[in-house]
């Protein structure tokens, strides 16, 4: 995992939910499809797609459809890939508009899991090998065979980083989803962690306790400004 590379994803991330926003030595253009918003950054080799998280309580009308899907390696959640699906014409369009080195997708919440779904779908092509995947308090968004064919391709190309106390990575369940990637996780004091039971136990503890779409979007262990600045903190 190249740690610098992480920072401009966490970075771009943050960046995601100012549809002004201009990043230094970088071509950005935003697109805004509805409660979907995404930009593109690119300069001389690299294509950023990145994705906007949960901003919104309408976002939620996708997260809370739970069912399943086909894809090629397996099934993924239904609400991620149909809400996809209404932007990947665009997607598509700028990941061919001209030739790039790497392709990175990037994404928060909700954001996270619409980067990790189309992240999948480019490694059916031609794009597989230039492919990387950075994502942010994502939910889980694919079953057990997807996630086992994302780590075969991927491997250290997708990073999931994960902070204490944010339940959004714990949805939805353990029987029905799984996460992939190399996991990067921050314990409560922003620090490198390794996740331990009791981090686990409470966690879904709480994804039991509460349901709300308001208890999740609160400020704190999910915000994308705390991802950031953990990740920031790790480079000091």
């Known amino acids: 995992m190249n740690r610098i590379t992480l920072s401009t994803a966490a970075n771009m991330a943050a960046q995601a939910y100012d549809t002004t926003a201009q990043l230094p030595d970088f071509d950005v253009t935003q697109h805004v499809h509805g409660n979907i918003q995404w930009f593109a950054a690119r300069n ?29 390696q397996g099934y993924v959640h239904k609400g991620f890939s149909d809400a996809l699906d209404r932007v990947w ?20 919440s909700l954001g996270g899991a619409l980067a990790a779904i189309a992240a999948s779908r480019c490694l059916l092509g031609s794009l597989d090998d230039r492919v990387y995947l950075w994502t942010f308090g994502q ?13 075969e391709r ?36 922003g620090n490198v962690a390794t996740p331990t039971f009791r981090h686990r136990v409470m966690a ?30 790790m480079l000091s």
């Not at 001389?44 to 998280?53: E, H, K, P």
């Not at 349901?211 to 999910?222: C, D, E, K, N, Y």
Request: aromatic fraction near 14%; glycine fraction near 8%.
């Open 204 to 233: 879904a503890i709480e994804v039991i306790r509460t349901q709300l779409p308001s208890s999740i979007l609160r400020f704190g262990a999910h915000s994308m400004g705390r991802y950031r600045d953990n990740v920031f903190r």
């Open 44 to 72: 001389a080799s690299d294509l950023w797609i990145v994705f906007r998280g949960t901003d919104e309580l309408a976002d939620w009308v996708d997260n809370l459809d739970a069912e399943k899907t086909i894809s090629a």
């Open 89 to 108: 014409s665009f997607v598509l369009a700028e990941v061919y508009l001209r030739g790039i080195a790497r392709l990175h997708f990037v994404g928060h």
């Open 139 to 151: 939910p889980r968004c694919g079953d057990k065979p997807w996630a086992d064919w994302m780590d």
């Open 154 to 189: 991927l491997g250290q190309r997708y990073v999931r980083v994960f902070n204490a106390g944010d339940i959004v990575p714990h949805l939805p369940t353990f029987m029905r989803f799984r996460h992939a990637g190399t996991e990067v996780f921050f314990d409560e004091h």
